[in-house]
């Protein structure tokens, strides 16, 4: 792991202040704050065209926010670019997932592993010594604890362009754990599965969230309520780039502002169960 | 293959002796101490790697589980039950249940939670052996129902951390309990295995049950034992074999192969790493011996035709020119004629250009002897196997002899029949035309139900209600359930069965039930099969959502109307299907149409589907369906829909 000092659990891991960004004249964000904290599931719920992804590209580095700050482990990251975040320990899934279609599952999680290699080009094609050693590890790093967690052994060889979409978001997800990150961003990892693929996600979250192996940050979009509510332990709610309400599910749910902008409409409210 | 043989022979050379005093962990213990730390008793693909696990390894965890079962309070007699996937632990836990002189009790891992609870309660089991999560779910909400249920014993961690409830335990704890207790009785195990005796009950096995509740049948060592002793005395195993176990331990079938016949030769279990990847991993392994209900094959032939219709026109000439020599030396060999020396020529080119790796992508690159069991297989698919030179034999038995009575025997197949007796075996047929057998493995009785042991024990003679008959060659031929048997307008018995596996050979139907006990003519409910059938549709770019949008397409009728014209060929007129209807949904073992080893069970889905026989056997073109059906999910959906009929022009 990429060695920054350590929080402990129930601190702020990230904190964005005063972000605004806008597009053009466009105000995609105004006066958005958020507290991550370390060990919790964060989600972040709105409407489509709320400034959600946005958000997550602003934290990941994709954007850079006009105004405000971005902090995590109390460091200001703003200039930081996206790989440099993702040595801190920042990962994150796609909307639309965004994987390597002509490689192999395997593959894919093998590349997410790519900030822990140590060993240079030489060293590396020669594959001797400390390189093999060193190889053979992260293989069962993949093997034991993602693999096995994601239950993908079946497809373990194959390409990932073959597989249904439901898969592919589990080796997108699988690719951003092989980073071992601290804070995993998840943009809509639930859209477009069917009852039984919301399901296993919904569990595999959990797991990355409480097994004592991973105790990972996260830091969920998602428009599936249900899911939401029972997953989160914070939810923030925006509307045209405006704070609605930040709070527990609970205070969120039964905020009227939220249950007009969003959840009161039937159709939005978008829970499969 | 000739070098294997004569290894083989003086492995068997020292085959056990089978007494009245030995019993299963007995013979465990001899092996393990005989086959030590050298040998590889099984492996288990985790990981991605198969790990080797030796018998001195199987003897130290089965000892720490036998023992920690024993400090939480095991009796002599005790039921333990078992659930979960083939893995090492559950083989040691039944292992283990055994050695502290308690009875194993295995049950499918996709038994509803009534049937687990039915299961449990009925055998009056104080343990539960659970595999993961799911199965210690199951068992959590039965345990308020069941207050015999005493201890729950989970091995896989994952998605544990929450529980904290008294009455779980970890395999970990378990077997630290149990090092504990060895620590200080060093001598125990030994002692407690030592008291046993042949005679005593070691399983208790649920019989599916295609009519009623399922019955538990105890079964002896001494009845496992001989069951694996007279298999072996007809076609031999060796030590050197590799098996793949993946169908449920529930299952005799699987019981006696891992336990009858592999502790007497102690060859290899291999065990797949997940219930996706066992073709695959079967494939790497590439075992000696199998055995496997017809399912396993009719889904291995479907594989090949479809991949076959896929595949690049010289490829298809390839095969179809393979499949025409095959079936011609397959039929050469039913017919006990020699095969003229050309043919064996063009049988060979055959094999090296085509059969030797479609064998080896089915997992049979070196199979020795299959076998098939359970429910009827249809000729045309055990001409398939031959044809591409598997030896596959029929096996005849039921869950009351510890396994099978009846087998082929090499060189003597006839696929209408299931063969002959195996040694120390007595297959007679009643008046009534009943088979009844009298063999050292027949079952000591059901659990709990004299009645039914009443009937279907009597002198030694095992009634097993199948109806057949011994043909000039002393072959069995199994006819059907004595109640399953139907009479056609001309008054022939019919075994709907028989029509039913012919139809299944097309690779786009997947169940098929055939109707017309004492009618005017023979009809079906067809069941397609959602994938094939699926993309032969995306080829021919039909459009639909759902397995039942499928199944009413036209198209889809005329596909299926050709595969039953097809089925119908040679048959005589009275044994024609007339008429046939396309189900709205698959035939499916939780709504109970299907036994857990995915028997039909007639007389439930004639009550339940009683609108569409009626309809088959009226003017009418359509039945109005109106009905709830629940997915495995707990959802409900209503459909309402029209079911076309088809009839069957000459």
Same mark, same amino acid.
């Given at each position: 792991m990429v060695a920054t000092h350590r929080i402990k659990e129930g601190d702020v891991l990230l904190e964005l202040k005063n972000i605004h960004m806008f597009f053009g004249k466009v105000c995609?964000?105004?006066d958005i704050n958020l507290n991550v904290r370390k060990g919790e599931i964060h989600s972040i719920i709105g409407p489509n065209g709320a400034g959600k992804t946005v958000m997550m590209n602003i934290i990941n580095g994709l954007y850079h926010p006009q105004k405000g700050s971005i902090y995590y482990k109390g460091q200001?990251?703003?200039?930081?670019r996206p790989y440099q975040r993702a040595k801190l320990g920042m990962a994150r899934t796609f909307q639309k997932v965004e994987v390597f &279609? &002509?490689?192999?599952v395997l593959d894919n999680i093998r590349l997410g592993r790519h900030i822990h290699l140590k060993s240079g080009i030489i060293s590396g094609s020669l594959y001797i010594g400390k390189t093999a050693r060193e190889e053979i590890e992260h293989r069962a790093f993949i093997e034991e604890e993602i693999i096995d967690l994601l239950e993908i052994e079946h497809i373990r060889?194959? +390409?990932? &362009?073959? =597989?249904?979409y439901g898969l592919q978001k589990r080796v997108e997800l699988g690719r951003a754990l092989a980073l071992e990150p601290e804070l995993l961003i998840l943009d809509? +990892? =639930?859209? &477009? =599965?069917?009852l039984e693929e919301v399901e296993d996600m919904a569990r595999f979250i959990i797991d990355i969230n409480e097994e004592k192996n991973w105790r990972v940050t996260c830091l969920l979009v998602e428009h599936d309520m249900g899911v939401v509510m029972d997953l989160s332990d914070h939810v923030l709610a925006i509307n045209f780039g405006n704070t609605v309400v930040d709070g527990t599910p609970e205070e969120v749910q039964n905020n009227p502002e939220v249950i007009r902008a969003y959840l009161g409409e039937e159709d939005l409210y978008a829970t499969r169960r | 293959m000739q070098q294997e043989d004569k290894t083989g022979q003086s492995d068997s050379g020292n085959v056990v002796k089978i007494t $009245?005093?030995?019993t299963i962990p007995k013979l465990f213990i001899r092996q393990a101490e005989k086959?030590? $730390?050298?040998?590889?008793a099984m492996r288990e693909k985790e990981f991605g790697i198969w790990r080797p696990i030796t018998w001195q390894q199987y003897l130290e965890n089965v000892r720490q589980i036998a023992l920690g079962l024993i400090s939480l309070g095991l009796k002599d007699g005790d039921k333990v039950c078992m659930i979960g996937t083939n893995r090492p632990e559950g083989l040691w836990a039944e292992m283990a249940a055994m050695c502290a002189r308690g009875i194993g009790v295995w049950l499918f891992q996709d038994c509803l939670i009534d049937e687990v609870k039915y299961i449990v309660d009925h055998s009056d089991s104080r343990f539960l052996f659970a595999e993961s999560q799911e199965e210690v779910d199951k068992a959590l909400s039965i345990i308020n129902e069941c207050p015999k249920l005493e201890k729950i014993i989970w091995d896989? @961690?994952?998605?544990?951390?929450?529980y904290t409830e008294d009455c779980l335990i970890s395999l970990k704890n378990l077997q630290a309990l149990g090092k504990e207790l060895d620590k200080n009785h060093p001598r125990l195990f030994e002692e407690m295995i030592h $008291?046993?005796?042949?005679?005593? /009950?070691?399983l208790l096995f649920y019989t599916s049950g295609t009519t009623a509740l399922p019955k538990g049948a105890l079964l002896s060592h001494y009845n496992m034992l001989t069951m694996g002793r007279n298999l072996m005395a007809v076609d031999p195993c060796f030590k050197t074999d590799d098996y793949a176990s993946y169908? @449920?331990?529930?299952w005799i079938g699987e019981q006696m192969m891992s336990i009858s016949c592999g502790l007497q030769i102690g060859f290899t279990i291999n065990f797949p790493e997940s219930i996706e990847t066992s073709q695959a991993n079967i494939r790497e392994i590439g075992p000696h011996v199998m055995f496997a209900p017809p399912r396993m094959y009719e889904q291995m032939t479907r594989t090949v035709q479809v991949k076959n219709l896929d595949s690049t026109w010289f490829k298809r000439i390839c095969y179809n020119l393979a499949a025409k020599i095959g079936y011609h030396v397959a039929d050469l060999k039913f017919k006990k004629k020699s095969v003229p020396f050309y043919w064996k020529i063009l049988e060979f080119m055959a094999y090296a250009g085509v059969q030797k790796k479609l064998k080896d992508n089915l997992g049979? *690159?070196?199979?020795r002897n299959a076998y098939t069991g359970g429910a009827a297989m249809g000729p045309d698919h055990f001409r398939f196997f031959h044809a591409l030179g598997v030896n596959l034999k029929q096996i005849y038995g039921q869950t009351e002899v510890a396994g099978i009575s009846v087998v082929h025997k090499t060189n003597d197949i006839k696929f209408d029949t299931v063969g002959s007796p195996i040694p120390e075996t007595e297959v007679k047929i009643t008046e009534d035309g009943e088979i009844i057998t009298k063999s @050292? *493995?027949?079952?000591?009785?059901?659990y709990k139900n004299p009645e039914a042991t009443k009937n279907t024990l009597v002198d030694g003679w095992l009634y097993s209600g199948d109806k057949g008959f011994i043909d000039d060659d002393g072959h069995l031929v199994v006819f059907d359930r004595s109640k399953d048997v139907m009479t056609l307008t001309d008054g022939k018995p019919f075994a709907p069965q028989y029509l039913e596996t012919r139809l299944k050979f *097309? @690779?786009?139907? $997947?169940d098929s039930w055939v109707i017309g006990d004492n009618l005017d003519y023979l009809t079906a409910v067809i069941c397609i099969d959602y994938s094939v059938v699926g993309k032969w549709a995306d080829e021919k770019k039909l459009t639909y959502t759902s397995y039942h949008e499928l199944s009413q397409q036209m198209q889809i009728y005329d596909l299926i109307e050709k595969q039953i014209r097809h089925a119908n060929k040679d048959l005589p007129p009275a044994a024609k299907l007339k008429k046939f209807i396309n189900l709205y949904k698959e035939l499916d073992a939780d709504d109970d149409?299907? /036994?857990?080893?995915?028997?039909?069970r007639r007389a439930f889905v004639l009550t339940r589907y009683q609108q569409i026989v009626d309809a088959l056997y009226s003017e009418a073109d359509f039945v109005h369906i109106d009905t709830t059906i629940s997915y495995e999910d707990g959802r409900k959906a209503h459909i309402k829909t029209d079911l076309h009929i088809c009839k069957i022009m000459d």
């Open positions: 995609a964000l105004s200001k990251i703003n200039k930081l &279609g &002509g490689m192999t060889n194959k +390409p990932v &362009g073959m =597989l249904p809509e +990892p =639930l859209a &477009g =599965l069917n | $009245k005093t030995l086959l030590g $730390k050298d040998t590889v896989d @961690p994952k998605g544990m951390r929450n $008291k046993g005796y042949g005679e005593e /009950t070691a169908l @449920p331990f529930a049979l *690159s070196r199979i @050292p *493995s027949v079952f000591q009785g059901y *097309s @690779p786009y139907i $997947k149409e299907l /036994t857990r080893t995915r028997k039909l």
